[in-house]
């Protein structure tokens, strides 16, 4: 069946450093790919989103290249921000199911 | 704020109660999701409904029911409750069911705790 798998956290990194979240997944058919941030006793808010092969998404300064070949959609940050402390979730949607498939979630702290 | 709102944004209740969840989706959208967040299991999907009509089950047990009114809002029962069921129940919406690459936006979740 589908899934999706994340990166083991916590990733604890001082401001200004480059954050790389490794998401690989598993599906059938060509699925569309999200990260979603839950920032502390908040819910899930979409950061970006990418619907077919060597597409990337981007937002806020957080990038993610679908990559069909290696089935992955790793996170990347150039320059991280105590503000980006949060739980990081990839996930997929396939085909005409409506739900979303979520990894674990990546606990990022960034220290000043 | 992504327009879906959930309410109560906390719950507590005691084993062997039935609850009652709300859930407002975004104006236009007409599917809504439900999912349970919790420390042993993750984020998993329970239910969707698309225009007044259950469209896809997940692992939702026996004693969760759903239902999404003429309105559009859906509301999660939970009977008969456990320990267990504690957990961050969250509502999504999207305009429609069944297309891959639309968001679902996500309300900021009810809180749910079983005393």
């Known amino acids: 069946g589908n899934s999706v798998t994340q990166m083991e956290g916590p990733v604890t990194l001082s401001e200004e450093a480059f954050l790389t979240i490794n998401c690989t997944y598993t599906a059938t058919g060509y699925p569309s790919l999200f990260w979603y941030v839950q920032y502390p006793g908040e819910g899930l808010q979409l950061l970006l989103k990418?619907?077919?092969?060597?597409d990337k998404g981007s937002n806020k300064g957080f990038e993610a290249t679908y990559r069909k070949e290696t089935t992955s959609f790793h996170l990347e940050k150039g320059s991280v921000q105590v503000s980006d402390s949060a739980v990081y979730f990839c996930a997929l949607r396939s085909g005409n199911t409506g739900k979303l498939i979520f990894g674990q979630g990546t606990t990022l702290q960034v220290k000043p | 704020d992504s327009g879906v709102t959930q309410t109560p944004k906390h719950l507590i209740t005691a084993t062997g109660q039935r609850v009652t969840l709300r859930c407002s989706p975004r104006s236009g959208d007409l599917s809504v999701y439900w999912y349970q967040q919790s420390l042993d299991q993750g984020l998993q999907f329970l239910i969707q409904y698309y225009n007044g009509e259950e469209r896809a089950k997940g692992n939702i047990l026996e004693r969760f029911s759903a239902q999404q009114f003429p309105d559009l809002h859906s509301e999660l029962n939970l009977s008969s409750l456990e320990l267990g069921d504690s957990a961050l129940y969250f509502c999504?919406?999207?305009?429609?069911?069944?297309?891959?690459?639309?968001?679902?936006?996500f309300g900021p979740g009810t809180r749910l705790t079983v005393l």
């Open positions: 990418a619907t077919k092969a060597d």
């Open positions: 999504a919406s999207s305009p429609r069911a069944g297309v891959s690459t639309d968001t679902q936006y």
